[in-house]
C-alpha cells in the first residue's frame, strides 16, 4: 500500500504543495520562422520585445545571477503569470510551470526543486525574477547577442494537431471529468480544483481546492492478489494503526458495483482523513482526503458524492476527461534538471532522478553518466576504450560485439554499441550510447536481460527521446571526474582502518557499496563480482573457519550447490591464515568464491572475494590478486 504524503498536520499548507507538483513536460516545436525574442541589456532600460523597443525596469547581477522585469516574458512569449497568495509566483507557458517564492532562492520546475543563486524581489514596485530559470521553466534559449546583449528565444509550443496550445493557466475549458489513461482512473473535475502529479510519478495525483479547504490524494499500484471489501477495509485499518491514527468511523461496500472499503481517522496532528481503497482486475486504487476545518468525522460526508464519482477506468474517446498521464505509446518523461536532460523511458519502470537511473521489475535498466573527455577524445576512441573493457571483463565465451554504429542523438552525432553478454544465467543486450560535446561524455547504458523483448523494442524510441541542452551544461558546470578506462584501471586509492589497524588499495573501477572503514563490514563491486572485508572483535579464527565450513556443506549432494575446492593453510599479512576456496552457482550464476580468515591483536580478519566464471578473465584475476596482496596491518 501507499502512504499519504500529507502525513502530519500539514493541512494549512496543502494549495502550496499542490502547487509544487506539476504537471511534466510534453511539447512540440513549431516552425523555426515562428519563433519569439526578446533581448535586453545589463543596466539599461531598454529591451527588445519581438522586434519593438520597450522601456523596462534596469536589469541587474546579483550572486552571479542576472534579475529582469517579471513582466516582460508575458509581453514577449505570451507566458501565463499569477500570484498565489502574497509571496507565490506561478509562471505557466504550455504544460510548464515554475513557482518561485519572493525572497526565496528554493524554486520549482515542473514539480522538480531548484535552487536559485538568487531569490526574486520587488524593485520599485517591479517584480525582478532570475533570468535563466524562468527561461528554461518557458523551455527558451539563452545567447548571447551584440554589445553585452541577451537574446532569449523561443519556438512557440504547439500541439500534435490542428489547434494551438492554449497557454493560459486554465487549459480545462469544458472538462467535467479528470484522470489518468495509463492508471485507468477518473474523478468528477469540480472547477475549485487544482491538479498536480507530485513531481512526476504518476502513479500519486495530488489535488486542492482553490480555496486551500480541502486536499485529496489518489494512489495506484498494480497488485497481482485479489482482495474483496473486508479485505480491503482489515488493509485501512492496519494502515491507520501502524500511523498512529485514531479510527473514527469504518464500513466496507462489498455489494458496491465495484467493492471497495472507506474509513475516517485522525492523525495526531487532529486532521481528519477519509481514506478508500478500491481494488479490481489487479490494480489497488488509494484515496485519501482531508478538510481543514473538519473537527466530527460527520463533516466529511458532504465530499461523498465527489469520492464516489471515482470510477476505476478511464474512456479515451471522452473529451471531457482532462488526462493527466503523460504517457504516450508506453513511455513516460524523464528529466534532469541539474545537467537538463529530458528524454523518455518505458512507464512502468520505476525512477530515479537524483542518480539517473531507470529501471523495470523484470531488471530492464537504463543509467545515464555525465564525465569530463579526456583531452583528445573521440567517439571512435571511446567506442574502442569500452570494447577493451568488455574483453578484459568479460570471457570469450561470455560476449559479442553485434554492431557499432554511428547515429545522431539530440542533434550531434553519437556513437552505439550494441553488444549481447552472459553472466553465466542468459545472455542480457545491451546498448552503449555515447555523445560527445563541449569536453563532456553523455553516456547512456540500455540493457534488457533475455525474454524481455518488449523493453528491447522500445531502445530506439527511448534514444530518439533524448535532449540534451549543452549550452546548460557548459554554463554550469567545471571539471568533473572521468571514465577514462585505460587511465583508470590501473589506479588505486589507499583505505585506512584505524579502528582496526589495517590499509589496504582499492581499484578506483570498483563500486564501493559499503566502504566506511571504521565499521565492521566493508564491500565493494565490480563488473562480475564483489569484494568484502569483515573485522570481528569478537571469538576465533578457528571458529570463523568452522563457521564458514559449516555453510558451504552439501549435505543432500545438490550438483548446483556448494563445493569446497581447497582449504589451505598459509601466511597472509604476516600472520597465520586459512584459506577457503569455493564453487558454486548463485541465482543461476556459476561463481568462485575466496575466503582468507586470520587474525591478530584478538580481531579477527575474514577476506571474501568473489568471481563469476564469466568475468574470470586473466585482467579481473590480477587485479583481485593486487587488491588482496596489498592488505597490510598499520599501527599497534
Request: hydrophobic residues 35%.
Amino acid at each position: 500500500m501507499g502512504f499519504k504524503v500529507l502525513k502530519q498536520g500539514l493541512c494549512a499548507m496543502l494549495a502550496l504543495l499542490l502547487l509544487f507538483s506539476l504537471l511534466p513536460i510534453q511539447t512540440a516545436l513549431a516552425s523555426e520562422a515562428d519563433k519569439l525574442q526578446l533581448s535586453l541589456k545589463v543596466g539599461s532600460t531598454t529591451a527588445t520585445v519581438n522586434g519593438k523597443k520597450v522601456v523596462i525596469e534596469r536589469p541587474f547581477v546579483e550572486n552571479g545571477t542576472v534579475l529582469v522585469p517579471l513582466g516582460v516574458f508575458k509581453k514577449t512569449f505570451g507566458s501565463m503569470v499569477s500570484l498565489e497568495g502574497n509571496d507565490v509566483v506561478k509562471i505557466t507557458y504550455g504544460s510548464h510551470t515554475g513557482l518561485m517564492t519572493i525572497g526565496s532562492t528554493i524554486a520549482w520546475k515542473d514539480g522538480v526543486k531548484v535552487k536559485l543563486s538568487s531569490s526574486p524581489r520587488m524593485v520599485s514596485g517591479v517584480l525582478m525574477v532570475p533570468l535563466r530559470f524562468v527561461a528554461s521553466v518557458l523551455g527558451a534559449a539563452l545567447s548571447p547577442g551584440n554589445d553585452g546583449e541577451l537574446m532569449i528565444t523561443l519556438v512557440p509550443a504547439v500541439n500534435d494537431g490542428a489547434e494551438p496550445v492554449d497557454t493560459s493557466i486554465d487549459s480545462d475549458k469544458g472538462k467535467t471529468l479528470i484522470g489518468n489513461s495509463y492508471f485507468q482512473w477518473t474523478l468528477n473535475y469540480p472547477s475549485e480544483l487544482i491538479a498536480g502529479n507530485s513531481g512526476g510519478d504518476e502513479s500519486v495525483a495530488t489535488f486542492s481546492s482553490a480555496d486551500n479547504l480541502y486536499y485529496l490524494e489518489i494512489h495506484a499500484s498494480d497488485r497481482a492478489v485479489s482482495v474483496d471489501a473486508d479485505g480491503l477495509l482489515e488493509q485501512l485499518v492496519r494502515e491507520v494503526e501502524e500511523g498512529g491514527e485514531l479510527i473514527l468511523d469504518r464500513e466496507s461496500f462489498p455489494k458496491a458495483s465495484v467493492p471497495y472499503a472507506r474509513l475516517v481517522s485522525k492523525d495526531s496532528s487532529g486532521a481528519l482523513w477519509e481514506s478508500r481503497l478500491i481494488y479490481t482486475e489487479g490494480r489497488l486504487y488509494e484515496i485519501y482526503l482531508t478538510d481543514e476545518k473538519a473537527t466530527n468525522y460527520k463533516d466529511l460526508a458532504k465530499y461523498e458524492g465527489f469520492l464516489s464519482s471515482f470510477r476505476p477506468f478511464f474512456d479515451t474517446k471522452d473529451n471531457k476527461i482532462r488526462d493527466l498521464s503523460t504517457v504516450k505509446n508506453g513511455l513516460s518523461e524523464a528529466y534532469n534538471e541539474d545537467y537538463g536532460i529530458s528524454l523518455q523511458v518505458p512507464a512502468a519502470w520505476s525512477k530515479d532522478e537524483q542518480y539517473f537511473y531507470y529501471e523495470s521489475k523484470q531488471g530492464s535498466h537504463l543509467s545515464v553518466a555525465v564525465t569530463s573527455a579526456p583531452a583528445g577524445s573521440t567517439l571512435e576512441s571511446w567506442a574502442e576504450e569500452l570494447k577493451t573493457k568488455t574483453q578484459e571483463n568479460f570471457v570469450a565465451d561470455a560476449y559479442v560485439i553485434k554492431d557499432n554504429m554511428k547515429s545522431d542523438v539530440s542533434g550531434v552525432p553519437a556513437q552505439i554499441i550494441e553488444s549481447q553478454l552472459n553472466f553465466g544465467n542468459g545472455w542480457t543486450t545491451e546498448y552503449q550510447v555515447l555523445v560527445l560535446k563541449n569536453g563532456y561524455r553523455y553516456y547512456f547504458e540500455y540493457v534488457t536481460p533475455a525474454g524481455q523483448e518488449d523493453d528491447k523494442a522500445k531502445f530506439k524510441a527511448v534514444i530518439s527521446s533524448i535532449d540534451i541542452d549543452f549550452d546548460h551544461m557548459k554554463e554550469n558546470f567545471g571539471r568533473l571526474a572521468s571514465d577514462d578506462y585505460k587511465t583508470l584501471k590501473n589506479k588505486t586509492v589507499t583505505k585506512v582502518s584505524q579502528r582496526y589497524g589495517y590499509a589496504i588499495d582499492i581499484p578506483r573501477l570498483w563500486t564501493p557499496y559499503q566502504d566506511v572503514f571504521e565499521t565492521q563490514s566493508v564491500e565493494y563491486r565490480f563488473i562480475g563480482g564483489r569484494f568484502q572485508i569483515n573485522t570481528n572483535p569478537e571469538g576465533s579464527v578457528d571458529y570463523a573457519v568452522n563457521v564458514i565450513k559449516d555453510s558451504y556443506q552439501n549435505k543432500n549432494n545438490d550438483p548446483k550447490g556448494p563445493r569446497v575446492e581447497s582449504i589451505v593453510e598459509s601466511t597472509f599479512a604476516g600472520v597465520p591464515a586459512t584459506i577457503i576456496t569455493v564453487q558454486q552457482i548463485k541465482n543461476g550464476v556459476p561463481l568462485r568464491s575466496k575466503q582468507v580468515v586470520f587474525g591478530k591483536n584478538e580481531v579477527v580478519y575474514t577476506i571474501t572475494f568473489t568471481l563469476n566464471d564469466a568475468n574470470a578473465t586473466e585482467e579481473q584475476q590480477a587485479v583481485l590478486d593486487k587488491t588482496v596482496g596489498s592488505f597490510r596491518f598499520v599501527g599497534e
